[in-house]
C-alpha cells in the first residue's frame, strides 16, 4: 500500500478512537459506510437504500454504496454538489467548465458531467428520486446542475453495475440525488467567491419553501442561481507558452543505424529511443504567426510586421519532426479560455396528495438552465495564394513570374483576428406524475416522466472558408486600378454578382488585414439539438411470504421509453459549398474553420420488464447471523438493435454482528445514444504525425454516426466486508473489490490510430479506406500527406478496470463537542484499454491522468454554535505515458524522459457560526477555502496537437485556479 495514503487514514482512524473521551454514539450514526441509510421519517431500522428496488427493514444489500449528505458536501465546495462530489475518489475523468480543455465546439462544454470509475460520463446512470434523468445534450449525457441542489437531501452513489434494476447505462454505477420531499418550512443561501488572485469571481443564490396543503397534501419549491467568471490561460501564465511533449532525439535513425524495419518505430516520437520531454518553447513548423509560405520559389518565407519578410527561424529541431525550439514558427497563443464562465439556473416545484390513506398522487415540474462561454484556438488555414496577387511583394511576385510558379501553399495562425468565442446554451424541462399507494404489505408505484432538452450552440469569429478563399484572391482591376477580389471579376454574372461585396484580405504580416476584410471572411458557426423522451414505469414491491429467516421480498414491474433526438446545423459537412467562380478551395471543403456538425434526426422506444428477489436463507445460526441472496433480472427489447437481458445476483453474510461480508455479480449494458446512431458528418482538424510521409501537420477529420451499432456489455463483480463494531460505537468501515469488464465497446479509432494501422499494415488494411492522400499509398513525400481521415463509431474497443474502494466513518464527542471523521480511499490496480482486436491491449493505471491512489478525508468539529470542516484529497504518483502489454520495455511507444508526478495534497477549509432566531430559525455565516495552500499544478504539458494548445497539466486530477475564498450565509425557518 501506498506509504503515504496508509499514514494518513491509519493515524487520522487511531488517533480520533484513541482521543475519544466519550462513547455512546448510536450505531445508526456510523451507517453511512455500508451502503444503509436512516431517513428522517422511518423508523430506526427501516433502510432504504439505491441499488435495488427492494425496502427492507434491516436489509444490508450486496451492492456498495456510498452516501454523502448535502451538509458534507456543500461544506467542501460551496459552488454545487456536483463539484463536490468529484472530490470523492470514485469518481475521476468527470467534465465540467471548471476543467476547461476544449480547443473548439464540436463537443459541448456545458455543465458537469459525472464520471465513475474513469469509464465515461455516458456509463453513469444519472436518477433523481430513483427516476431516470433524461439526457440535456445531444452526445446523451445528463448536466447534473439542473438537479435542484436546494432540495437535495443526500446523494447515494452506486459503485457497480446496476442495469438489472434501472435499465441501460447503470454500467459503471448510478448516482442518485434524493430529494428531501417532506421539506416543511424556508431555506436560502446567499454567497460570494473569488480567487486570492481577484479573479473566478462567482456567487449564488438560492432559495427553497415547502408547506401542508390541508391534512393531505404537501408542496415544495426551490429556486437557485450560480454565475461563476472564469478564468484565461493568461490569467496563470507560469505554464502558458509552446508547452508540449515531444521527442528529445534528433535524427535518431541516424544515430541508431542498425534499426530494421521492424524496430525502426523505436525512434518514433515516444519511442524508447527518442522518448518524449515537456519543453516550453516550442514551435510548429506549419505556420507563423506573419504568414508562410510552404511551398514555391521562396518556400518557408515567413512574415512579421505587414511588408516585413525574410526566411523563418528553424530553431533547433526536436525529436518530432515539425517541431522546433526557439524558432519563428507558431504555437497556440491567444487568451483562451482555462476555467470557463459559466451561469446556471434551477427551478423545482412538487406537489402531492393523498388521495386516500393508502393512495397518493404526486406531479413535479422542474427547469433547468446551463450556460457557457469561452475562446479557443485561434483560426489557422493553409490558403493557395496565386500568382499575380494584389498584396503579395513585387520581389516575391518576380520569382513566381520566372519560374511559371501559378500559386503556392500558404498557412498563418490568424492571431490577429478575434479569437473564435464559443457560447452554448442548454435549458431542460422535466415533468414527472404518478400515483403511489399500499396494497396490503406491498408498494406500488405508477409513473410518467417527459423530459425535454434544447442545446444551441454559436461560436463567432471563425473564418468562413469560401469568403475567405475569395478575399485572399486578390488582384488588381485592371479598369479601375482597386485592388478586388479575383470572383467579382467573373465572366459569369452570376458569381460576379454574389461577389460584388467581397472585401479584398492581406494575409501577410500581422494585422494586415483591415477591419471591412476580416468582417467579411469570419461568420458564426451553429448548431442546435433538442432531445426528447416518454418514460412511462409501473413497478410493485413488498414482502411476498414470510419465511424461516425472514420475509420473501420481490419487486416486478415494466418500463416503457421513447426517446429522439433531432440537430440542425448551418454547417453541415454533408452539404456541398458553392465554390463556382473562387479559386483554390474544393466544394468538399467544410463551411468553417471549426465547428462542422452534421445533422441528426433519429428516435428509438425500449421495452423493459424486470423483477428482483431478496431470499433471507438463514438467521440466527451458528457462525450466521444473517445470510441472504438478492437476484434481479431484467428483459430490454430496443428498436435498434433488439433484446438484451441483464441480471445481478448477489449475496450477504453476516457470521456476527460486527461484521458483514457481501458479493455481487452483474452483467449490464450500454445502449447507443440516439447520436451513435444517427449523427451526421461532423467536420475538424486536429495536429497529427502521419508516419507514411513522416510529417506533422494539420490534418481534417469526419465523423458520423453508425446505424448498426449494438449495446456495450459490461460485466461487474464486486465483494467485501463491512466492519462495524460493538466495542467502538460510532465507527463502521468498508472495503470492496470491483473488477469490471466492459466488451464490444463503442469506440473510434483516432485519426492517428488510423494512420498507425494503416502503415504496419504496408497499406493492405481495411483501414486505409479511411485515408484520402493527393497521390496515393506509394508516395511517401511530405506532399502526400492526407488531406482527410473518416471515422465512425463501431462496437470494437474493450475496457477493463479493477480495485478497491474503502470507506470509513467514525463519530464521538471532544471536549463538549461532536467530532465526525469520514474517510473514503479509491486504489485502481487494472485500467486497461483496446481499441481494437488486432491493437496491443494499454494499461495506463498509475499513469496520467488515472494515479493508482486517490482519497480524502473529511473532519467535521461542532461545538455549539462553531463548526469547523476540514477536507484533505491525496491523489497519488502518477508516471507519464502508458505501458503496451506483452511488449519488451525497448519496443514500448509512449515512453518519457521525466521524473513522475509525485503525489499531490489539497486542503480544504470550512468554518461556520450559527446564529438562532427565535424558537425555530437560524442563520449560519460560512468562510471556505478551498486549495488552502495554493497549491500549484505540476508541469505537464500533453503530447500530440500544437504547442500550447491545452494547459500544460492534468485538469482531471489538478487544481488551476489555485485559493480561492467563499463567504455566504445559509438560513432556515
Known amino acids: 500500500m501506498n506509504r503515504n495514503l496508509l499514514m494518513l487514514a491509519t493515524s487520522s482512524v487511531l488517533s480520533l478512537a484513541w482521543s475519544a473521551p466519550a462513547w455512546g454514539q448510536e450505531a445508526a450514526d456510523a451507517t453511512e459506510a455500508t451502503g444503509q441509510v436512516v431517513p428522517a421519517d422511518a423508523t430506526p431500522n427501516a433502510i432504504v437504500v439505491t441499488g435495488s428496488r427492494i425496502a427492507r427493514d434491516g436489509y444490508e444489500q450486496p451492492t456498495p454504496v456510498t452516501v454523502a449528505s448535502t451538509d458534507e458536501l456543500m461544506q467542501s465546495t460551496p459552488t454545487n454538489l456536483?463539484?463536490?462530489?468529484?472530490?470523492?475518489?470514485?469518481?475521476?475523468?468527470?467534465?465540467?467548465?471548471?476543467?476547461?480543455?476544449?480547443?473548439?465546439?464540436?463537443?459541448?462544454?456545458?455543465?458537469?458531467?459525472?464520471?465513475?470509475?474513469?469509464?465515461?460520463?455516458?456509463?453513469?446512470?444519472?436518477?433523481?428520486?430513483?427516476?431516470?434523468?433524461?439526457?440535456?445534450?445531444?452526445?446523451?449525457?445528463?448536466?447534473?446542475?439542473?438537479?435542484?441542489?436546494?432540495?437535495?437531501?443526500?446523494?447515494?452513489?452506486?459503485?457497480?453495475?446496476?442495469?438489472?434494476?434501472?435499465?441501460?447505462?447503470?454500467?459503471?454505477?448510478?448516482?442518485?440525488?434524493?430529494?428531501?420531499?417532506?421539506?416543511?418550512?424556508?431555506?436560502?443561501?446567499?454567497?460570494?467567491?473569488?480567487?486570492?488572485?481577484?479573479?473566478?469571481?462567482?456567487?449564488?443564490?438560492?432559495?427553497?419553501?415547502?408547506?401542508?396543503?390541508?391534512?393531505?397534501?404537501?408542496?415544495?419549491?426551490?429556486?437557485?442561481?450560480?454565475?461563476?467568471?472564469?478564468?484565461?490561460?493568461?490569467?496563470?501564465?507560469?505554464?502558458?507558452?509552446?508547452?508540449?511533449?515531444?521527442?528529445?532525439?534528433?535524427?535518431?535513425?541516424?544515430?541508431?543505424?542498425?534499426?530494421t524495419a521492424d524496430t525502426a518505430f523505436r525512434c518514433n516520437p515516444g519511442g524508447s529511443l527518442n522518448p518524449y520531454k515537456f519543453y516550453d518553447d516550442l514551435g510548429f513548423g506549419i505556420a507563423t504567426f506573419g504568414g508562410l509560405a510552404l511551398s514555391g520559389p521562396f518556400a518557408y518565407t515567413t512574415w512579421?510586421?505587414?511588408?516585413?519578410?525574410?526566411?523563418?527561424?528553424?530553431?533547433?529541431?526536436?525529436?518530432?519532426?515539425?517541431?522546433?525550439?526557439?524558432?519563428?514558427?507558431?504555437?497556440?497563443?491567444?487568451?483562451?479560455?482555462?476555467?470557463?464562465?459559466?451561469?446556471?439556473?434551477?427551478a423545482f416545484a412538487r406537489g402531492s396528495y393523498e388521495l386516500t390513506d393508502d393512495i397518493t398522487a404526486f406531479v413535479s415540474a422542474s427547469y433547468g438552465r446551463s450556460k457557457v462561454d469561452y475562446d479557443v484556438l485561434p483560426n489557422l488555414v493553409f490558403s493557395s495564394i496565386f500568382s499575380g496577387n494584389a498584396f503579395l511583394p513585387q520581389t516575391l511576385q518576380d520569382q513566381l513570374t520566372a519560374t511559371g510558379t501559378p500559386a503556392f501553399v500558404f498557412s498563418k495562425s490568424y492571431l490577429d483576428l478575434p479569437l473564435p468565442h464559443a457560447e452554448e446554451d442548454s435549458e431542460s424541462y422535466n415533468i414527472i406524475g404518478g400515483l403511489e399507494g399500499k396494497v396490503g404489505r406491498f408498494d406500488w408505484n405508477v409513473s410518467y416522466v417527459y423530459g425535454h432538452s434544447k442545446m444551441k450552440m454559436a461560436q463567432s469569429n471563425v473564418l468562413e472558408l469560401v469568403p475567405f478563399a475569395a478575399a485572399l484572391d486578390a488582384v488588381v482591376d485592371p479598369s479601375t486600378g482597386n485592388v478586388v477580389c479575383n470572383a467579382s471579376l467573373s465572366s459569369d454574372p452570376a458569381v460576379a454578382s454574389r461577389y460584388s461585396n467581397c472585401v479584398p484580405s492581406n494575409p501577410f504580416g500581422v494585422g494586415a488585414a483591415s477591419d471591412a476584410a476580416i468582417n467579411y471572411v469570419t461568420g458564426v458557426s451553429r448548431y442546435k439539438a433538442i432531445n426528447e423522451s416518454h418514460d412511462v414505469m409501473a413497478s410493485i414491491s413488498g414482502d411476498l411470504v414470510d419465511l424461516w429467516a425472514g420475509p420473501l421480498s420481490v419487486a416486478v414491474g415494466a418500463e416503457y421509453r421513447e426517446q429522439s433526438l433531432n440537430m440542425t446545423s448551418n454547417a453541415d459537412p454533408a452539404v456541398q459549398l458553392d465554390t463556382t467562380g473562387v479559386r483554390g478551395i474544393s466544394p468538399t471543403t467544410s463551411r468553417f474553420f471549426l465547428t462542422n456538425l452534421g445533422v441528426a434526426d433519429g428516435s428509438f422506444n425500449v421495452k423493459e420488464a424486470f423483477a428482483e428477489v431478496a431470499l433471507p436463507l438463514m438467521v440466527d445460526a451458528p457462525f450466521v447471523r444473517n445470510l441472504d441472496i438478492n437476484g434481479a433480472v431484467r428483459a430490454t427489447d430496443y428498436s435498434t438493435s433488439g433484446t438484451v437481458v441483464t441480471w445481478k445476483v448477489g449475496g450477504t453474510w453476516s457470521p456476527v454482528d460486527d461484521l458483514t461480508f457481501r458479493i455481487t455479480r452483474s452483467r449490464d449494458i450500454r445502449a447507443p445514444t440516439l447520436f451513435d446512431l444517427f449523427a451526421g458528418e461532423q467536420s475538424n482538424i486536429q495536429g497529427a504525425y502521419d508516419p507514411h510521409t513522416d510529417t506533422s501537420g494539420s490534418l481534417p477529420t469526419t465523423t458520423a454516426g453508425n446505424p448498426n451499432l449494438d449495446p456495450e456489455i459490461g460485466n461487474t463483480l464486486t465483494f467485501g466486508v463491512v466492519f462495524q463494531p460493538a466495542f467502538l460505537p460510532g465507527f463502521s468501515a468498508a472495503i470492496d473489490w470491483y473488477d469490471l469488464k466492459i466488451t464490444d465497446a463503442i469506440g473510434l479509432l483516432s485519426a492517428s490510430q488510423i494512420l498507425q494501422t494503416c502503415e504496419d499494415s504496408g497499406g493492405t488494411s481495411s483501414v486505409c479506406d479511411l485515408i484520402t492522400r493527393p497521390n496515393g499509398f506509394d508516395d511517401r513525400s511530405p506532399d502526400n500527406y492526407p488531406t482527410e481521415v473518416r471515422v465512425a463509431g463501431a462496437n470494437i474497443a474493450k475496457l477493463e478496470t479493477s480495485g478497491f474502494d474503502a470507506e470509513a466513518s467514525y463519530r464521538t464527542m471532544v471536549g463538549n463537542g461532536n467530532l465526525a471523521m469520514r474517510l473514503f480511499v479509491n486504489y485502481t490496480d487494472r485500467y486497461r484499454t483496446q481499441q481494437t482486436v488486432s491493437d496491443p491491449v494499454i494499461e495506463t493505471a498509475g499513469y496520467g491522468a488515472q494515479p493508482k491512489w486517490r482519497g480524502t478525508l473529511n473532519l467535521n468539529y461542532e461545538n455549539g454554535p462553531f463548526g469547523l470542516f476540514l477536507q484533505e484529497r491525496y491523489i497519488g504518483k502518477v508516471k507519464f505515458g502508458n505501458r503496451r502489454l506483452g511488449v519488451a520495455d525497448e519496443d514500448q511507444t509512449a515512453v518519457y524522459a521525466e521524473d513522475p508526478i509525485d503525489p499531490v495534497f489539497y486542503t480544504d477549509l470550512t468554518l461556520t457560526w450559527?446564529?438562532?432566531?427565535?424558537?425555530t430559525g437560524q442563520y449560519e455565516f460560512f468562510t471556505t477555502v478551498n486549495n488552502l495552500f495554493d497549491k500549484k499544478p505540476p508541469f505537464?504539458?500533453?503530447?500530440?496537437?500544437?504547442?500550447?494548445?491545452?494547459?500544460?497539466?492534468?485538469?482531471?486530477?489538478?487544481?488551476?485556479?489555485?485559493?480561492?475564498?467563499t463567504f455566504g450565509v445559509r438560513t432556515q425557518f
Open 914 to 919: 450559527k446564529v438562532e432566531h427565535g424558537t
Open 82 to 259: 456536483p463539484d463536490a462530489l468529484n472530490k470523492l475518489p470514485q469518481f475521476l475523468g468527470s467534465s465540467s467548465p471548471t476543467n476547461n480543455t476544449q480547443t473548439n465546439a464540436n463537443v459541448p462544454s456545458h455543465g458537469n458531467i459525472l464520471n465513475l470509475r474513469n469509464v465515461g460520463g455516458i456509463r453513469t446512470l444519472i436518477l433523481q428520486d430513483g427516476v431516470r434523468v433524461p439526457p440535456t445534450a445531444y452526445t446523451g449525457t445528463v448536466d447534473t446542475n439542473i438537479i435542484p441542489q436546494m432540495l437535495v437531501e443526500r446523494v447515494d452513489v452506486v459503485t457497480a453495475g446496476a442495469s438489472a434494476a434501472y435499465g441501460s447505462d447503470a454500467v459503471s454505477g448510478v448516482v442518485n440525488f434524493v430529494l428531501d420531499k417532506d421539506f416543511t418550512g424556508v431555506r436560502t443561501i446567499s454567497q460570494y467567491g473569488i480567487s486570492d488572485r481577484g479573479d473566478n469571481a462567482n456567487w449564488r443564490l438560492g432559495g427553497a419553501v415547502g408547506f401542508d396543503v390541508g391534512s393531505r397534501g404537501h408542496i415544495i419549491a426551490s429556486y437557485e442561481h450560480f454565475d461563476t467568471k472564469g478564468i484565461k490561460k493568461t490569467d496563470r501564465p507560469r505554464l502558458v507558452g509552446g508547452t508540449m511533449a515531444v521527442g528529445s532525439v534528433p535524427n535518431c535513425a541516424a544515430e541508431n543505424p542498425g534499426l
Open 304 to 346: 512579421t510586421n505587414p511588408g516585413d519578410y525574410g526566411t523563418v527561424n528553424f530553431g533547433t529541431p526536436t525529436g518530432s519532426g515539425g517541431f522546433f525550439r526557439d524558432s519563428g514558427f507558431y504555437y497556440i497563443a491567444g487568451d483562451t479560455s482555462l476555467s470557463s464562465p459559466l451561469t446556471t439556473d434551477q
Open 940 to 965: 505537464a504539458p500533453p503530447a500530440g496537437g500544437a504547442p500550447g494548445l491545452l494547459y500544460p497539466t492534468i485538469p482531471a486530477l489538478y487544481d488551476v485556479v489555485g485559493r480561492r475564498f
